[in-house]
């Protein structure tokens, strides 16, 4: 099991005067510091000073808003420190869910609440439906204080420290294992949503949402750490796939001289290559979505390896032929799993740099390939490997 310790922010929701939320909160932090696995970071909204106007799409987001983003994308669980006004939620906590939507995505949120009677559960039945839409999970134990004015000594501790202490530990044991359970790097998040940019309409209604119609997205989880061996391997992959095709443009007269097969006929060993590469790409694409990613990276290396071998020990030309479209059909699959290889495992911030470095090889294999092939014999099973 992974010890990295998980990083829980903690939202003091009420930003009224005379709130009663930080004495609340500070106990709760006190709990969860108290645990060996978890990374605390304390947002109150009433220091946040959200703006409660949204800003149109396309407009630069507000200071306030890109001060706060970081700290719940960095967040693998949240938990929300929330009282009950009116028989709900306050608004500023909903402000906050309303300024963010990947932030929340496929993470586990706690809460605590407190009021009268209803020791604010009914603000925490209405944050579940809310958090639903927003693909985040909400666990079942909650930490409830009715009369939490009667709750608290003088000292801002509670009356019942153990019983209160148990609450706490029995909410946050099921917050870190749902987090670990929703940060499983590599894991696909089908979500859908409205594109409501496809309409001048400001205000969608049902008639407009069927016009517009649903759009299905697939979202991943993004790993906290980056691992870069697999972007090694990956561009090790792209090296061969990129030589692939030099190496065999360069010595197809030696291909042809060495099976007797006339100039016009070798041309099948590039078409052979290049058709299932180009038309099995989406269909790898779209299989590789449902599967698990690094077993087709690793089905499609076994599959190019094979190919290989059976090229280069063909007896015949069209065997030769049949081992390229084998190559070509497993580099479809390589060529599918690049991007998903990718984010899934490497951080967001650090993407840009796998990527570069991928082209890179794939730019230094195709030439390579070429030189290679130029200075090696023509003949032989080495060189219709393209290896």
């Known amino acids: 099991m992974d010890s990295t310790p998980l990083r829980l922010a903690v939202v003091i929701a009420s930003t009224r005067e005379g709130r009663f939320g930080p004495t609340i909160g500070d106990w709760f932090v006190e709990q969860a510091r108290g645990r060996g696995d978890l990374e605390l970071d304390v947002l109150d909204l009433a220091d946040a000073a959200l703006p409660d106007r949204l800003t149109g799409y396309g407009t630069p987001t507000p200071n306030a808003v890109a001060a706060v983003t970081p700290r719940l994308a960095a967040a693998d669980a949240f938990v929300l420190v929330t009282p009950e ?99 499983r790097p590599g894991r696909r998040i089908p979500t859908s949503r409205l594109d409501l940019y496809r309409t001048s309409a400001l205000s969608v209604g049902a008639t407009n949402r069927r016009k517009v119609g649903m759009i299905m997205t697939s979202e991943v989880v993004s790993p906290r750490r980056t691992s870069w061996a697999p972007v090694v391997a990956l561009g090790l992959a792209m090296l061969v796939v990129t030589s692939e095709m030099t190496i065999a443009a360069v010595t197809l007269p030696g291909i042809g001289a060495d099976l007797a097969v006339a100039p016009s006929v070798t041309a099948w060993v590039l078409l052979a290559y290049a058709l299932p590469m180009a038309a099995l790409a989406i269909p790898a694409g779209r299989w590789s979505d449902g599967a698990d990613v690094r077993a087709a990276f690793a089905l499609a290396m076994i599959g190019v390896g094979a190919a290989s071998v059976l090229v280069g020990m063909a007896p015949t030309f069209w065997v030769v032929v049949v081992g390229r479209l084998l190559q070509g059909a497993a580099g479809a699959l390589i060529v599918a799993v690049y991007m998903p290889i990718i984010t899934t495992s490497v951080a967001r911030e650090q993407r840009g740099r796998a990527i570069g470095f991928v082209i890179t090889i794939m730019t230094v294999g195709s030439m390579a390939g070429a030189r290679w092939a130029v200075s090696s014999p023509r003949r032989g099973v080495g060189v219709r490997c393209s290896w």
Request: proline letters at 6%; glycine letters at 10%; hydrophobic letters at 45%.
């Open 85 to 183: 006004y009116n028989h709900s939620y306050p608004a500023p906590v909903k402000t906050l869910i309303d300024w963010h939507f990947t932030e929340w995505q496929a993470k586990p949120v706690g809460f605590v609440s407190y009021g009268g009677m209803s020791g604010g559960l009914r603000a925490v039945e209405h944050l579940r439906g809310v958090l639903a839409e927003l693909h985040a999970v909400t666990v079942r134990d909650t930490v409830s204080f009715h009369g939490a004015w009667d709750r608290f000594g003088p000292d801002a501790r509670p009356v019942d420290p153990d019983g209160c202490a148990a609450a706490a530990k029995s909410m946050l044991d099921q917050l870190a294992w749902w987090a670990r359970a929703c940060a």
